[in-house]
């Protein structure tokens, strides 16, 4: 078991946690929760021994294999199918011995190997890694292409897939649904339900939290508090110990001012000396009791719209796509005040390329778009994070020449974000991805749009957060459209679905549950049209013979047509790569301290601006990069 005894540690002068015991046994699953930089990650740290505590002991069993996810993944020419297998280091270095052994001629030791092989499952194991990358959204042409080729968030789901692939006994997984879409997560939850080893879980998705784990340890004010059940459990059971804390609270405040009235009154007489000396000491021996506090830091509204146009928007007939190659056709929608859609579909399917219709930054490449009189857009993508400025404040960005708010107004809005005081003036280079989302969320908000389009706007934001964000919503008077993995947030500010499928946006009858049918049914639909090898129809062999042809000539058209987006898709990647590894010289010459001091004062400048314009540059290249994908995974639906 994984047993944290009196543990104690600081970073960076900050204590993370003070005297912390805790256990975790076998076979737990336990979701990690708390607040941003509360020390959840630092906790993986320590069971990864890349940490050691101040003082105090952490045991873990010897002989556990730990599984993670790692943070990079390097551009490798290897197949991603083979990255995935890697996972399996046993698996790996039996290959390894059979090879010398069979250079060896050894009989024996290839037996001994082989029988190992199969004991831990050798001769399935390509078929696991297989049905892993499946699961993660991995279309069955890409367990062959290089891991270079992948994009970010494509390596992080490569990262996830080969965890997943480690026979572990503790397996640490933080944050994994980040870069994942509905689909994927609902692959995931059932897979971790069935995981048989340790899980350590953090997750600010609470839907994920209470399908998954057995228990929730929370991390507050240095402490680690471990309650039974899931996140909902862990709601109840935290109120009914904060009620219990405040009652005591109050109790022992009453104590404390009978006790201080009576040295007040009789700490002057001679009489009564003795007796309010004895109450003296009984103050200073007394344990206090801290008021129970639950308050979110975060409180913001969406204020009412300048202007509600009815309808806000309308869609005729249009198709959307790249390159004159549509992914979604005969788009009909109109957009009234009020009006609340969640976007559904598969990994691929268009739900991003329709959120980009709509915004603007896709032109339509049939039919025709009509805004309403005095539309005002709000937009939120995940690329739109690194278009903040790194040199300026969150003040400095609400700022414009035009508006007449007052430097106190704004920045009592921005408190409502998380960036109170002085906070709201600190340049944005070395903020969280949580902090730069909220800021973006911040810049959204004061825009007083009356259609928002947001999508996956809960990526990076803590479970606190996320509860700001959909109450905000929910009072919200425009009309909003919401592509989410975050269930929670979907059920409770959307009133009905888009369903993306097919290259068509078609309204979607039935709730969440119905849409894990749905794919569920979509699944087994593919598998039953897998042609049976052992066909005993006479004509097999020759309908065979012509589907080999057909598909030959379509292979050959679709090598045709992909060849001038492959070469695009090459010059991207190298001049991300050569942008990737200036960032980073960049993020470790603004993460010293000494960068910061008044002699350096220049050349910080220089290297804030420089960081503003690489991050711009390597979004606008992912931008670019994801939609000549898009344009790709179209061809491949169509060969």
Known sequence: MISLNQLSLQRGGKSLFDNVSLTVHPGWKVGLIGA??????????????????????????????????????????????????????????????????????????????????DAIGGYSARARAGKLMAGLGFAPDQLERPVAEFSGGWRVRLNL??????????????????????????????????????????????????????HIAHIDQQRITLYSGGYADFEDQRAARLALQQAAYDKQQREIAHLESFITRFRAKATKARQAQSRIKALERMERIAAAHVDSPFDFQFAPPERLPNPLLTVDNAAAGYADRPVLERIKLTLHPGSRLGLLGRNGAGKSTLIKLLAGVLPPLTGRIEPGLGLTLGYFAQHQLEQLRPDWSPLRHLQKPEERASDQELRNFLGGFGFPGDRALDPVAPFSGGEKARLALALLVWQRPNLLLLDEPTNHLDLDMRHALTLALQDYQGALIVVSHDRHLLRTVTDEFLLVADGRAQPFDGDLDDYRNWLNEQQRAINRDIPSRNDGNGNSIIARREQKRLDAERRQQFAIQRKPLDQQIRQIEQRMSTLHQEQKTLDVALADSASYDGANKNRLKEWLLRKGEVDRDLAALETDWLEIQEAIEALTGDS
């Open 36 to 117: 941003n930089g509360c020390g959840k990650s630092s906790l993986f740290a320590l069971l990864r021994d890349e940490l050691h505590p101040d003082t105090g002991n952490l045991d873990l069993p010897a002989r556990w294999t730990v599984a993670h996810v790692a943070q990079e993944t390097p551009a490798l020419p290897h197949p991603a199918l083979e990255f995935v297998l890697d996972g399996d280091a046993e698996l790996r270095q039996i290959e390894h011995d059979l090879h010398a052994a069979e250079a060896a001629h050894d009989g024996t030791r290839q037996a001994e190997l082989h029988a190992r092989f």
């Open 161 to 214: 897939a080969k965890a997943l692939m480690c026979r572990s006994d503790l397996l640490l997984l933080d944050e994994p649904t980040n870069h994942l879409d509905l689909d994927a997560v609902l692959w995931l939850e059932q897979w971790l339900r069935t995981y048989p080893g340790t899980l350590l879980l953090i997750s600010h998705d609470r839907d994920v939290l209470d399908s998954v784990v057995s």
